[in-house]
C-alpha cells in the first residue's frame, strides 16, 4: 500500500443505524444497501504496505452514494501522514453503486508515486461493509468498515473531552491541560458542523479557544478562526472497540496574536456521556 493509499468508503444511516432503501427492481424480493452518515474504515494491504485509517461522510441518492470532500486518508492512523481538504489542499471524494448487498466503489487521486484509481468490491452486512481491493499502483488488500462510535447527529448531543497537549518545538516541562465541550452546530442544516469551546491551564500564550468546524467519522477538525488555531483529532485507537481516546495535533499561523507559529500534540479522551445534556439553539 502506498504512503497515500487509494481507498473507497462506505456508510451506513446517519453515522448510527441502518435504514434499507427500496426494493432492487433487478433482483425481486431484495433490497439495496443505503450508504448515509459519518464513518470508519481501515484498509489492509496484503503486500505488506500496512494499514490506512479513512473517515468520511456519506450520503446516497438511489443507489448511487458519494463521500464527503472533508474525507481523511491518514496511514497508520498517523496524524502527520493525514490527507484531505481539511488538512491540505487534497479534496478527496469516494463514490460507488450498491445492488442488494453488493458495493462496487471508485476513488482516484495523487501520491508521491503518481495518480492513483482504486477499485473496490464488498458487500453490506447491515452496518458493518467488507471486501476486496486493487489499485493501478500494483497494490491490493482487504477493507472493512464500520459506523462511527461517537456521531454528532440528532438530538444534538454535546460531548466533553478531558486531556493534556505540549508543544513540539518548545515542549514545557508541566504539560498544560485541556478541557473541551464540542456538539453539533445547531445554526447550521448540516449535521456534520461543529461549535464548541476550550479552557487550557497552564498554557504560557493561551487560556481560551472558540470552536468551530466539522466531524468527519469519528474523526474532527475544529479551528479557532479568531485564535488562528487549527487542530486535528483521530481516534487514538480506532481498532480497539469502546476506547474514547483521541490524539490530536495542533497548530497556530505565524500571524496569531498569541502561541504564533507553535504546533504540537495531544491526547483527550472523552468524559461525559453526550445525553447528559444537549445543545440549545441561540435564543432569538
Do not use: W, Y
Given at each position: 500500500m502506498k504512503k497515500l493509499l487509494p481507498?473507497?468508503?462506505?456508510?451506513?444511516g446517519c453515522g448510527a443505524g441502518y435504514t434499507p432503501a427500496p426494493a432492487n427492481p433487478g433482483i425481486p424480493g431484495t433490497q439495496d444497501a443505503f450508504i448515509s452518515g459519518q464513518y470508519n474504515m481501515m484498509l489492509t494491504s496484503s503486500d505488506g504496505h500496512g494499514t490506512t485509517n479513512i473517515y468520511t461522510n456519506f450520503t446516497q441518492s438511489d443507489n448511487a452514494f458519494t463521500g464527503a470532500?472533508?474525507?481523511?486518508?491518514?496511514?497508520s492512523n498517523?496524524?502527520?501522514?493525514?490527507?484531505?481538504?481539511?488538512?491540505?489542499?487534497?479534496?478527496?471524494?469516494?463514490?460507488?453503486?450498491v445492488s442488494g448487498s453488493k458495493v462496487t466503489m471508485t476513488i482516484s487521486f495523487p501520491t508521491t508515486a503518481g495518480s492513483d484509481t482504486?477499485?473496490?468490491?464488498?458487500?453490506?452486512?447491515?452496518?458493518?461493509l467488507a471486501g476486496t481491493y486493487t489499485d493501478s499502483l500494483g497494490d491490493a488488500g482487504t477493507w472493512a468498515a464500520s459506523v462511527a462510535i461517537h456521531p454528532?447527529?440528532?438530538?444534538p448531543a454535546v460531548y466533553d473531552y478531558g486531556g493534556t497537549f505540549n508543544?513540539?518545538?518548545?515542549?514545557l516541562l508541566i504539560a498544560p491541560t485541556i478541557s473541551v465541550e464540542l456538539g453539533e452546530d445547531v445554526t447550521s442544516d448540516d449535521r456534520s458542523r461543529l461549535s464548541?469551546?476550550?479552557?487550557?491551564?497552564?498554557?504560557p500564550c493561551i487560556s481560551a479557544l472558540t470552536f468551530s468546524?466539522?466531524?468527519?467519522?469519528?474523526?474532527?477538525?475544529?479551528?479557532?478562526?479568531?485564535?488562528?488555531?487549527?487542530?486535528?483529532?483521530?481516534?487514538?485507537?480506532?481498532?480497539?472497540?469502546g476506547d474514547n481516546s483521541f490524539a490530536f495535533s495542533y497548530s497556530f499561523e505565524s500571524t496569531a496574536a498569541s502561541c504564533a507559529g507553535d504546533s504540537g500534540r495531544g491526547m483527550v479522551t472523552i468524559t461525559g456521556s453526550p445525553w447528559d445534556y444537549v445543545r440549545k439553539p441561540p435564543v432569538s
Open positions: 481507498f473507497a468508503l462506505l456508510a451506513a470532500e472533508s474525507t481523511l486518508v491518514c496511514p498517523d496524524l502527520s501522514q493525514c490527507e484531505g481538504r481539511d488538512v491540505s489542499a487534497v479534496s478527496i471524494t469516494p463514490s460507488g453503486m482504486v477499485n473496490m468490491v464488498g458487500t453490506a452486512t447491515g452496518t458493518n454528532f447527529g440528532s438530538p508543544s513540539t518545538s518548545h515542549p464548541g469551546s476550550a479552557t487550557i491551564l497552564n498554557s468546524g466539522r466531524a468527519i467519522g469519528d474523526a474532527f477538525s475544529p479551528t479557532d478562526t479568531a485564535s488562528k488555531a487549527h487542530v486535528l483529532a483521530l481516534p487514538a485507537h480506532p481498532a480497539v472497540a
